[in-house]
DNA sequence: CTGAAAGCGCTAACAT
DNA sequence: ATGTTAGCGCTTTCAG
């Protein structure tokens, strides 16, 4: 392929012209630049990213990170949002997205320090993930589209309001008469599931409500997981009258999970999902969910990621809680009276 | 950030020994290793990929190109199959990703002679593109995970059989007493939609059944267009009594439409989908459908892709053509007899 | 307006 | 076993 070399040598020029001309610079004649215009047609020239990459020390590409197997970034819809938004933005502003799916035993700060990446977006990095510690002190750029620990990191974030969005959950099952509510929720290594946990205590005691210790339950954000679950806390004597669950196909689960014992959602048991993936439009009964908007998650990761990469800005992190909303749909119903549960 | 020299001063060694050091070359004195080691250790230095990549022409990156809108592949869970079959054989030998979503103007082939990747794998490229065209003919590497025209491409591609999944399709209704099959499309510029109406028409003919000119219909690849296509061709007289849809999305709206005008799937109308998502197993009635191994394309198109890459291996192009496979669930049963139909 | 030379970080070829 | 030199494709001084 040819080079600018090529190129100069062709058209009788320099070098440092044909670079002007490429790079569109005022200080070439007009009769110079449609010559050497013409040449790179001849050619088909493409000035490489190589060089101009070693040259200016940017890559231009910013590495996303999603570290987990590919069976949990498949089963969760919402990575393909997030991806969507991130997409968006580095294309407006010429950046290359460069996507580092699955574990490996390589710390991720590695992508920047050996030049493949400008920056970094990372997405659902668990607690425990050792990889990504010596990112938190240092000068790379990154974002995080969750909290890592729960005090403050020291880093920029974009995170959706889960606390707040279960809160929203529970106050919506109290109105409609719910006293007993469980919660399948998701990994404990997960700050968005631990986040969901503590909105859920917070609005219990809001509503004083008691919480039967045997009615927060701990899965991994899968189908098999709420019905498993569902079935088990279901099957006690004085069972909960809606389960909250941290992500839909935990309750797409769940509803399964009561089906197979005989209940039926809501008019039995109400089950409310979070995420509101597009499964969860679909499904019997429609999905009452919490949605959190994975396509503005990404694009505002994306976009503080770049305008600390572009515009090398210093100071203190940019830390976002993007709202969460409440979707009733058809999963959540009256509470049945107390009268007709099974008598204890 | 440390580079080489950084390192072969402080070590007081020459830049080569450092490079031989960090390649692993055997011609080092054990001394003189450890001792370079330790000094990279201190300085954290990392290899820079640019470096590297400028010296030896290569990226070490593939690309993927998705040339939608971020809507359409948001829609179509099937990508994210696929993305993972790639990403994880990538990975496997050392590989980027760099993902090029969405539309622009520029050519896909810049991408290589930039020197942003090696190799191209494209995904879903409509028969109307311009963009994939200077590939066809040319030395770069890339491989199709669809036709792109009928007529074979002189190009390694991998495909799903979709022509024969439909069929079998066919066969299924039929054998379950079906005469009248109608069949809402996916849109005329993607191959797949143009094998899935030519299996259909095949199967129509083995089995000797006619086909109404208003039984087949055109629409995106949507809920919306399988809403609103079923409603019409159901609302005929002499209507249909199974659908075939070219996805699963298409189906889910084909059920609503059909709900929408009183008629129930799948006692009064047998549908049927295409991709088997993970959606068609959790709707109601669960989905019968055609399933088509994304991760797997995924995995061969790389596959070929790194031997051509890494192998720079020369010769016809491999064109692998994958089966599909019928999923019976409950969304298709007997046909009602005849007489049960209104009377035209 | 145009060009020559230096150098980005690394490796390959050829010494020593 | 180790070092020297050249050069990958480009941009950036600094001169003409």
């Known amino acids: 392929m040819a080079t600018i070399k090529d190129v100069s040598a062709r058209a009788g020029v320099s070098i440092k012209t044909v670079s002007r001309v490429v790079n569109n610079s005022?200080?070439?004649?007009?009769?110079?630049?449609?010559?050497?215009?013409?040449?790179?047609?001849?050619?088909?020239?493409?000035?490489?990213?190589?060089?101009?990459?070693?040259?200016?020390?940017?890559?231009?590409?910013?590495?996303?990170?999603?570290?987990?197997?590919?069976?949990?970034?498949?089963?969760?819809?919402?990575?393909?949002?997030?991806?969507?938004?991130?997409?968006?933005?580095?294309?407006?502003?010429?950046?290359?997205?460069?996507?580092?799916l699955g574990r490996s035993d390589m710390a991720y700060s590695d992508l920047y320090r050996q030049h493949r990446v400008d920056g970094l977006i990372l997405l659902a990095i668990p607690t425990d993930d050792t990889l990504h510690r010596d990112l938190l002190g240092s000068e790379i750029p990154c974002v995080f589209t969750c909290r890592v620990?729960?005090?403050?990191?020291?880093?920029?974030?974009?995170?959706?309001?889960?606390?707040?969005?279960?809160?929203?959950?529970?106050?919506?099952?109290?109105?409609?008469?719910?006293?007993?509510?469980?919660?399948?929720?998701?990994?404990?290594?997960?700050?968005?599931?631990?986040?969901?946990?503590?909105?859920?205590?917070?609005?219990?005691?809001?509503h004083e409500l008691t919480l039967d210790p045997g009615w927060v339950e701990t899965g991994d954000f899968s189908f098999d997981a709420g019905r498993r679950l569902s079935k088990t806390m279901l099957a006690s004597r004085l069972r909960p009258t809606a389960l909250v669950c941290g992500d839909d196909m935990t309750a797409v689960g769940a509803v399964r999970g009561a089906d197979d014992i005989g209940l039926r959602v809501p008019a039995d048991v109400s089950v409310t999902g979070f995420d509101d993936v597009i499964l969860a439009r679909y499904i019997t009964p429609p999905l009452t969910t919490v949605r959190q908007n994975g396509y503005e998650k990404g694009r505002r990761a994306a976009e503080i990621l770049v305008s600390v990469v572009l515009g090398s800005e210093r100071g203190s992190p940019r830390q976002e809680l993007l709202p969460t909303e409440l979707v009733v749909r058809e999963s959540t119903a009256a509470a049945m009276t107390d009268g007709a549960l099974p008598i204890r």
Chains 1, 2 share one sequence.
């Open 149 to 206: 620990v729960e005090d403050n990191n020291p880093t920029h974030w974009v995170d959706s309001d889960a606390a707040t969005g279960i809160e929203l959950v529970v106050d919506h099952l109290v109105s409609l008469g719910h006293r007993r509510i469980g919660m399948l929720a998701g990994p404990a290594n997960l700050t968005l599931a631990r986040e969901q946990v503590r909105g859920f205590r917070r609005a219990l005691d809001r």
């Open 26 to 100: 005022a200080e070439v004649s007009e009769a110079t630049r449609s010559h050497v215009q013409q040449i790179i047609a001849e050619l088909n020239y493409r000035p490489s990213a190589l060089g101009k990459r070693l040259v200016s020390g940017r890559t231009n590409t910013v590495g996303v990170v999603i570290p987990h197997t590919a069976a949990y970034v498949f089963a969760h819809l919402y990575f393909n949002e997030v991806l969507r938004g991130i997409g968006e933005v580095l294309h407006q502003h010429g950046l290359d997205l460069l996507l580092h």
